[in-house]
Nanobody
Framework: QVQLVETGGGLVQAGDSLRLSCAASGRTFSRYAMGWFRQAPGKEREIVAGINWNGGSTYYEDSVKGRFTISRDNAKNTVALQMNSLKPEDTAVYYC?????????????????WGQGTQVTVSS
């Protein structure tokens, strides 16, 4: 069983930055892709960013390109999401997710383990 624990959410103002971290345990972290998703009230959970097994390939949802950066440290079994220039529309619960394989996909079904989520609120 894989455990994912997110930290780093909070309340910030528009234009500020936040860094989310996710600590993983329970399987060989470096063999699998990782992702960050978010879910705003009344909306579907959507992928924000993904990273393949070695960090050599990344994916970003269009609205966060140029503002968010996903990274991973396979030695520490962690994945991070650096969020800059935050906007009120970025407000959501953010979830760390572990993929089914080494490659990244934007499809939610390609991720099989989920963290408990961390709230990010951006005020205008």
């Amino acid at each position: 069983q894989v455990q994912l624990v997110e930290t780093g959410g909070g309340l910030v103002q528009a234009g500020d930055s936040l860094r989310l971290s996710c600590a993983a345990s329970g399987r060989t972290f470096s063999r699998y892709a990782m992702g960050w998703f978010r879910q705003a009230p009344g909306k579907e959970r959507e992928i924000v960013a993904g990273i393949n097994w070695n960090g050599g390939s990344t994916y970003y949802e269009d609205s966060v390109k140029g503002r968010f950066t996903i990274s991973r440290d396979n030695a520490k079994n962690t994945v991070a999401l650096q969020m800059n220039s935050l906007k009120p529309e970025d407000t959501a619960v953010y979830y760390c997710a572990a993929g089914r394989s080494w490659n990244i996909y934007s499809d939610r079904d390609e991720f099989e383990y989920w963290g408990q989520g961390t709230q990010v609120t951006v005020s205008s």
